[in-house]
C-alpha cells in the first residue's frame, strides 16, 4: 500500500472509494459546498445515505454505500469523526484505522481520504493518519496453513488536502516496521520463539540496519556475576542469551540512552508454578518488554535520530525441571546483592536487576525498562493502560509528553519507599515478592535497588502488551506497546 498527499478537491478525484470524515452534530449531518457539488456529480448518492442512515457524525460510525458503476468514484463512506472539541491526533489514527478495515473487507484497490488535520498541523495529521491504515492493515498469518486474505487489495490511499508528506510517510513507514516487529515476535509462540531465535533476530537487525551488537552467552554472564538472571534461567534446556544492541549516531550524540526489555520466552512461573486458570497459555507473551526494544531498534536504526541508544534484554525462559530454581534459594546479583527467592514467578524482576546493572555501567543519560512485570498492575490500571515509575522529574515529563504524542496511555504511580519493608528477608538482603497488596510498586521498588544514580523509569506493560479484541488502531493479538512512545521519546 503507498500513501500520498494530493492537494486536489474531491471533485477531482476518481477511484474506488472516498471517505470522508465529519464532525458530530446534534442534528443530521448537512453538505458543504464542495460536498454539495459531489453530492450532484454522484446523483445524490451521499445525502441519501446520511438521510437513510441518519448519519450525526459519531465516533467510530461508518456508513457506506455503492455509488454506481460509470461514477468516478465507486463507493462513498461517511465517517464520523466525534465531537469537535474531543478531535486529536489519536481520532486521526482511530479513523485511519477503521477506513483500512473497511477497504481490506470491501477489496477497495483506490482510496481517498477527505480528513480534517489537526491543529493545522498537517505533517502529525498525515502521520497519525498512515499509522492508523498501516497498523490496522497488519495481519499476523504466519501460523495458518492456509493463509487466507493474504494478498490486500489496498494499492494507494490518496490524503487529500495535502502535500509535501513524502517525508513523514516514510519515516511512519519507518516506525511501523518497529511496531510490527514487536507484534510478530510477541504473536509468536514460545515454541517458536526462544532466547536463541531472539540472538538471531537480533543479529539479523543488527546486519540489515547497521547496528552494534553484543551477545553475551552463558559463561559470559557467569563471569559477570549475573547470578539473579542465570537463577532464573537453569531449569530451561535453552541457553539463556543476553543481547545488547547498540545505535550509534554518524556524529557525536546528543545524549545517551538505554532501553531495557524484559525478555521471557516463556513463563510457567518456574516451581512456584503458574495454575490453570491463571493464564499461563497466554504467557508466551512475557517478552513483550524484549520485543518493543527490538521493535524501538528497528525503527530508530532507520530514523537515524542524533541520540546513541542501547536495546538491552536478558533472555531466557522460566521454566520447571530438576534444575530448577526452588522457592527459598539465595541469589546473587552482579552489584553482589543478595535475594531471597520466596516466588520463582517473580522471575522477571531477577532477569531485569541484572540487566540494569549491566546498563548503568554504560554510564548513560536514562534508563527505561518496558516489562510485562505484574499481573498486580493489570489489576491496578486495566488492559489499556501501563503503569509507570521513574526517579526523575525530567525524565517523566519526557516519557509523558512521548506517550501523550503516541496515544499509547500510561499512569504514573508512586515509589513508596516504605512499600519496601514487605521485601525484607531475615537471611538475604531482600526477597523478591511483598505481598499481594501494591504487588506492581513492590516490583519497582525491587528493580529500584539495581539502579545507582542514572536517572530511571519503568514501565509495566502486562496490560496493554496484548489486545483480546480489535480496538481503536489495535487488531486482536499483540499491540507492540509502547514502540512509538519510545521512539517519540528519543527525537524528542
Ligand atoms: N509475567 C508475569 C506477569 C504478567 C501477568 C504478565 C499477566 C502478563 C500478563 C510475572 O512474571 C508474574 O508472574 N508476576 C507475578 C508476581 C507475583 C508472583 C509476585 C504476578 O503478577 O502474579
Ligand atoms: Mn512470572
Ligand atoms: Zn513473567
Known amino acids: 500500500m503507498k500513501i500520498y498527499g494530493k492537494e486536489i478537491s474531491v471533485l477531482d478525484w476518481t477511484g474506488d472509494a472516498l471517505a470522508v470524515g465529519f464532525f458530530e452534530r446534534e442534528e443530521i449531518l448537512t453538505l458543504n459546498d464542495e460536498m454539495t457539488q ?16 441518519e448519519c450525526k457524525g459519531k465516533t467510530g460510525c461508518i456508513c457506506l454505500t455503492r455509488v454506481g458503476s460509470n461514477t468516478p468514484i465507486r463507493k462513498i463512506m461517511i465517517v464520523g469523526l466525534g465531537k469537535s472539541s474531543d478531535f486529536s491526533l489519536n481520532t486521526l489514527r482511530k479513523t485511519g484505522a477503521a477506513i483500512a478495515r473497511i477497504a481490506k473487507k470491501e477489496k477497495i484497490k483506490t482510496l481517498a481520504l477527505q480528513l480534517p488535520n489537526f491543529n493545522e498541523d498537517k505533517e502529525g495529521s498525515a ?11 497488519h495481519q499476523d498469518n504466519r501460523f495458518k496453513s492456509d493463509p487466507q486474505d493474504q494478498d490486500l487489495k489496498l494499492e494507494t490511499v490518496d490524503l487529500l488536502g495535502f502535500s509535501a508528506i513524502e517525508t513523514v510517510i516514510t519515516r511512519t513507514e519507518q516506525i511501523c516496521s518497529g511496531v510490527i516487529l514487536a507484534k510478530e515476535l510477541v504473536n509468536a509462540p514460545a515454541n517458536v520463539l526462544t532466547p536463541v531465535t531472539m540472538a538471531e533476530t537480533a543479529k539479523e537487525l543488527a546486519h540489515n540496519y547497521g547496528l552494534k551488537l553484543e551477545i553475551l552467552e552463558q559463561e559470559d554472564c557467569e563471569k559477570l556475576g549475573m547470578g539473579s538472571f542465570l537463577g532464573v534461567a537453569k531449569a530451561s534446556e535453552l541457553p539463556p542469551k543476553f543481547i545488547h544492541l547498540i545505535y550509534n549516531p554518524s556524529g557525536t550524540p546528543r545524549r545517551k540512552v538505554a532501553i531495557v526489555g524484559k525478555g521471557l520466552t516463556f513463563d510457567s512461573g518456574g516451581l512456584n508454578l503458574k495454575v490453570s486458570g491463571s493464564g499461563i497459555e497466554s504467557m508466551k507473551v512475557d517478552m513483550g518488554g524484549a520485543g518493543a526494544t527490538f521493535g524501538a531498534a528497528k525503527a530508530i536504526a532507520q530514523l537515524k535520530p542524533d541520540v546513541e541508544v542501547h536495546f538491552i534484554s536478558a533472555v531466557t525462559e522460566n521454566m520447571i525441571s530438576g534444575r530448577a530454581l526452588r522457592p527459598g534459594d539465595i541469589l546473587t546479583a552482579s552489584n553482589g546483592k543478595t535475594i ?21 555501567k554504560l554510564e548513560l543519560d536514562a534508563i527505561v525498562d518496558l516489562a510485562t512485570l505484574t499481573g498486580a498492575c493489570v489489576v491496578a490500571l486495566g488492559d489499556d493502560i501501563a503503569g509507570f515509575w521513574s526517579t526523575d522529574e525530567n525524565l517523566t515529563k519526557e516519557l509523558k509528553q512521548a506517550s501523550e504524542a503516541s496515544g499509547e496511555p500510561m499512569w504514573e504511580m508512586p515509589l513508596k519507599e516504605n512499600y519496601f519493608e514487605l521485601m525484607k528477608s531475615p537471611i538475604a538482603d531482600m526477597k523478591n515478592t511483598g505481598s499481594r497488596s501494591g504487588g506492581a510498586i513492590t516490583a519497582a521498588l525491587f528493580l529500584k535497588q539495581f539502579i545507582e544514580k542514572t536517572p530511571w523509569a519503568h514501565i509495566d506493560i502486562a496490560g496493554p502488551v496484548w489486545a483480546d479484541k480489535e480496538s481503536g488502531i489495535n487488531n486482536q493479538g499483540a499491540t507492540g506497546y509502547p514502540v512509538r512512545t519510545l521512539v517519540n521519546w528519543i527525537l524528542s
Do not use: H
Not at 127 to 137: D, F, K, V
Not at 346 to 360: C, I, K, P, S
Open 340 to 360: 531471597e527467592v520466596n516466588n520463582t514467578d517473580a522471575e522477571g524482576r531477577l532477569t531485569l536487576a541484572d540487566a540494569l546493572v549491566y546498563t548503568e
Open 38 to 53: 459531489l453530492d450532484q456529480k454522484l446523483l445524490g448518492t451521499i445525502s441519501e445515505l446520511i438521510q437513510e442512515k
Open 127 to 137: 502521520g497519525a493518519i498512515a499509522e492508523g491504515l498501516i497498523l490496522a492493515l
